[in-house]
């Protein structure tokens, strides 16, 4: 999967945006694949596309409550925090006009890969931004409406949540072997000269 996420770095090292986004939304759907293979049922990609982007991403997301959004994105500052305020932190849900969920991740990527479009459930907008200057992060809020999402920050937590998958991964043989399937480009200086390539 390092073919993935490494390819992911390097598209947002460079700005290619597009190129980022797109491979980072075909991750759930390649992990989720890989762990889970087709069996040609109707509506089967969506619910496993889904079901991995709960699994890996829907804390940061789409959190249950404001203390799993903190914990998930600054986890240093729930160790320094007093318990009352976690108690009501956990008792807090926050705005859905602040959620990006795994229906509007799944609609997204259909959209987006195939039609290049878009939008969020009950057509609602959000937009993608590059990084602000001086490294600040201005991802996961609404501004005027619509929801924002930081392309390196988004990229980033999809190679994160894939790294994450990996791990759960170690030891199921079957993943293994189906890894072992995916795409690669080879180098051409490195084939075999056995092989005759011809015009």
């Known amino acids: 999967m390092d073919r993935f996420t490494n390819s992911i770095r390097k598209a947002v090292q460079d700005q290619n945006w597009f ?4 491979l980072a939304l075909a ?6 694949a890989l762990e889970n293979p087709p ?10 596309y889904k079901a991995w982007f709960n699994r890996y991403l829907k804390k940061k997301y789409d959190p249950d409550s404001v203390f799993d959004l903190v914990s998930a994105r600054n986890p240093e500052s729930i160790e320094r925090m007093d318990s009352v305020i976690s108690d009501q932190l956990k008792e ?3 705005t859905q006009e602040c959620a990006f ?4 991740c799944y609609r997204f990527r259909c959209k987006c890969l195939h039609q290049g479009l878009i939008e969020k459930a009950d057509g609602e907008k959000f937009i993608f931004i590059t990084p602000p200057p001086n490294k600040n992060v201005v991802h996961g809020g609404s501004f005027q409406g619509r929801f924002q ?9 999809m190679c994160i949540a894939v790294e994450q998958w990996v791990k759960d991964m170690v030891g199921n043989n079957e993943v293994a072997a189906r890894c072992r399937e995916l795409i690669e480009v080879h180098n051409y200086n490195e084939l075999s000269p ?4 011809r015009n």
């Open 19 to 22: 190129s980022a986004i797109f």
């Open 27 to 32: 991750l759930p759907d390649i992990c989720s």
């Open 39 to 48: 069996t040609g049922q109707r509506g089967e990609v969506g619910e496993r």
């Open 92 to 94: 807090t849900r926050p």
């Open 101 to 104: 969920t795994a229906i509007d």
């Open 149 to 157: 999402l930081q392309v390196d920050v988004f990229c980033e937590d």
């Open 194 to 197: 056995s092989i005759e390539f």
